[in-house]
């Protein structure tokens, strides 16, 4: 679970964005905020989530005071609920999060050209397309491994489907009872995917990237949100910086070309 944002004010003066994706089927809820509280984090987990999925085995999520707050360890720990937080400076062990905000914000961007300010109105869409296209990883769609059936899409309905021609009221509730039958087979067939994917991921880059540790004089650039975040619709980096010193491995200090 993350909140990405700033983003030019509309409508209610939101800004915001709170995004949870769930860790097996990519299924992704997000919900647009003006103020970033202690209280709608309570509010998104058991209005989002916990109402319509059921309880959570985890949360992981980074370490901003609103994920931290009493109220929200409260309900936590009353559904017994395990809070992990990332690391400070290792944002990748929310990985699945930043993949899924790229992807929003990637997409917002090309609806949205010049109008900025119109990204509320294009996010249920910009979800609805995320929920409906198959990853790479599970060969599966979101929407099939929440509900065992691919949801009907607005294509369909200009070009018609097989299944849309041959639609029979009768057929349809056999068809479904029968996929929801075989739901865990489905989920169960992602899994291996899923899993034999990420071996593959892991070799390709194992084989093509050399990591190049920086050494401190070496010149880089730095993503604007990690010191001070603007607009998510605007330019994510700046510099060039001076890397000053090494913390340690993967973390380092920069300071301006002047020595600041």
């Not at 089927?25 to 647009?32: L, S």
């Not at 999060?97 to 119109?118: A, D, F, M, P, Y």
Request: with cysteine; glycine share 8%; net charge positive.
């Amino acid at each position: 679970m993350d909140i990405i944002g700033p983003f030019p004010p509309a409508i209610g003066q939101k800004k915001f964005v709170l995004v949870a994706v769930d860790h097996f089927t990519k299924w992704i809820e997000a919900e647009p905020l003006a103020r970033i509280t202690e209280e709608v984090i309570v509010k998104f987990l058991w209005k989002n989530l916990l109402c319509r999925f059921g309880i959570l085995q985890k949360i992981t999520t980074d370490n901003g005071t609103q994920f931290q707050g009493r109220k929200t360890r409260e309900l936590c720990a009353k559904w017994n609920i395990k809070q992990v937080f990332t690391s400070i400076g290792n944002p990748k062990a929310n990985g699945q999060t930043e993949v899924s905000n790229r992807i929003i914000l990637q997409n917002i961007k090309t609806k949205l050209g010049q109008h900025k300010r119109g990204w509320l109105e294009e996010l249920p869409g910009v979800l609805w397309a995320y929920r409906t296209t198959a990853r790479t990883s599970s060969g599966e769609t979101s929407f099939s491994l929440v509900y065992g059936v691919e949801a009907l899409i607005p294509t369909e309905i200009t070009e018609p489907t097989i299944r849309v021609l041959r639609y029979e009221e009768g057929h349809n509730k056999e068809g479904r009872c029968l996929d929801l039958d075989l739901i865990h087979e489905k989920r169960c067939a992602a899994r291996i995917r899923l899993e034999n994917y990420k071996k593959r991921m892991i070799k390709r880059y194992s084989s093509r990237v050399k990591e190049r540790p920086l050494q401190i004089g070496d010149l880089v650039l730095q993503k604007v949100e990690v010191q001070r975040p603007v607009g998510k619709l605007e330019p994510k980096w700046e510099g060039p910086y001076r890397v000053r010193t090494v913390q340690r491995e993967g973390t380092y200090e920069p300071e301006t070309l002047e020595g600041a």
